[in-house]
C-alpha cells in the first residue's frame, strides 16, 4: 500500500510492528516531520490480523537515534524494535511483487502476469507489474481513485481526461479502456513516465496514452485551459494545494476532478482550497485512512457525511 507515495529510489526502509492506533499516529508523525519526496511511510495490519506493521522508506541513510527519539513520543519503549535496513532496486522490485494479488474496483481489474487467468470475460484488466519506486494499485489512494472513476462513467462519459502525477499509469489506462479514446498523463518524474510508458504498451495502449514529463499540468499536452472533463491528481495534500490554480484552470465547465493521496485531517483544507476556486464535493471516499475527493465545477453543494 505504498503506491504512488514513495520516494522514487528509496534505499533504506525501516520496519516497526506495533498496535493499530500507534501505527496509524506514527504514519501522520513522520508524514508531517519529513518530505514526501523523499520519504514515506505506510501503516497495514499485519497477517496475525491483531498488529499492525509500519513502515518507512528513505531515499537516503537516516539518522537512525533521531528517528527512534521522535517516534518514541507515540510507541515508547518499542521505538527501539524499530529496525532500519539498506534496500537494493531488485529488493524493492521483489518487495513490490510480494503477495500481489487481483485489485477489482468495479469492472476494473488490476493484475500481475501471474493472475492472468483471473481475468474475467467482461473485465476491463489492466496488467501492471511493479517496478522501481512504484505500485500496484493496492494502495488506498489508487483504489478509491478507480472506485471514483467508476461513479463517474456511471453518469456520463467525459470526452477528454487527464492524469497528472501518473506513477506507473494505472488510472489513465482505465479511463482510456473505459471510454475508448486517447488520455493525457503526465508525471515530473521521468522513470515514472518510462515505466508507464511501457506499461501502456503492455497493455496495448500505446496509441492511446499521450504521456508527458512535467510538474502539475506544466506541458502544452495538459495546459489547455477548460479543456477537460475530468482531471485525476494523485499526489500529497500540499502538492495538491500548491497545484490548486493551474489543476483547476484545466477543468471544464461542469468537469470533474479527483484528488488523492490525503490523510483524513488533510480533507477540510484541500475542500477549502478548491472550494475557493468554484469545486464543490460530489463524492468523498475513505480506505484504510486515505481520502479520495470527487469535486465538480459549479456542481451541488456537499452532501452531509
Request: proline share 5%.
Amino acid at each position: 500500500m505504498l503506491e504512488g507515495l514513495h520516494p522514487n529510489r528509496p534505499t533504506h526502509v525501516m520496519r516497526l510492528s506495533t498496535d493499530e492506533r500507534s501505527a496509524r499516529a506514527t504514519t501522520d508523525l513522520i508524514g508531517e516531520m519529513f518530505d514526501p519526496t523523499e520519504t514515506a511511510v505506510a501503516a497495514f495490519e499485519a497477517a496475525d490480523g491483531k498488529s499492525w506493521l509500519l513502515e518507512a522508506y528513505f531515499s537516503e541513510e537516516p539518522d537512525e537515534e533521531g528517528v527512534r527519539e521522535m517516534i518514541r513520543a507515540v510507541v515508547g519503549e518499542r521505538a527501539d524494535d524499530a529496525v532500519f535496513e539498506t534496500i537494493e532496486r531488485q529488493d524493492w522490485v521483489r518487495a513490490s511483487l510480494e503477495g500481489l494479488k487481483p485489485v477489482r474496483a468495479g469492472r476494473f481489474v488490476v493484475h500481475g502476469a501471474h493472475d492472468r487467468e483471473q481475468v474475467r470475460p467482461n473485465d476491463l484488466a489492466i496488467e501492471i507489474e511493479a517496478a522501481l519506486a512504484f505500485g500496484t494499485g493496492h494502495h488506498g489512494t489508487t483504489l478509491g481513485c478507480l472506485r471514483a472513476l467508476v461513479g463517474v462513467l456511471k453518469k456520463g462519459r467525459p470526452a477528454h481526461v487527464l492524469d497528472v502525477g501518473t506513477g506507473t499509469g494505472i488510472l489513465a489506462f482505465a479511463a482510456a479502456k473505459a471510454l475508448r479514446s486517447t488520455v493525457i498523463a503526465g508525471d515530473l518524474d521521468p522513470e515514472a513516465v518510462a515505466t508507464a510508458r511501457s506499461n501502456a504498451r503492455l497493455n496495448g495502449l500505446g496509441p492511446t496514452l499521450r504521456l508527458y514529463e512535467g510538474p502539475g499540468v506544466r506541458h502544452a499536452l495538459a495546459d489547455r485551459p477548460r479543456r477537460f472533463d475530468l482531471v485525476f491528481a494523485n499526489i500529497l495534500a500540499r502538492p495538491l494545494k500548491k497545484l490548486a490554480p493551474s489543476l483547476t484552470a484545466v477543468v471544464a465547465e461542469g468537469g470533474t476532478i479527483v484528488l488523492s493521496g490525503l490523510i483524513e485531517r488533510d480533507v477540510p483544507g484541500v475542500l477549502s482550497t478548491y472550494g475557493h476556486r468554484g469545486f464543490r464535493l460530489a463524492h468523498r471516499g475513505v480506505i484504510e485512512g486515505w481520502a479520495t475527493l470527487v469535486l465538480r465545477r459549479g456542481g451541488a453543494a456537499a452532501r452531509p457525511l
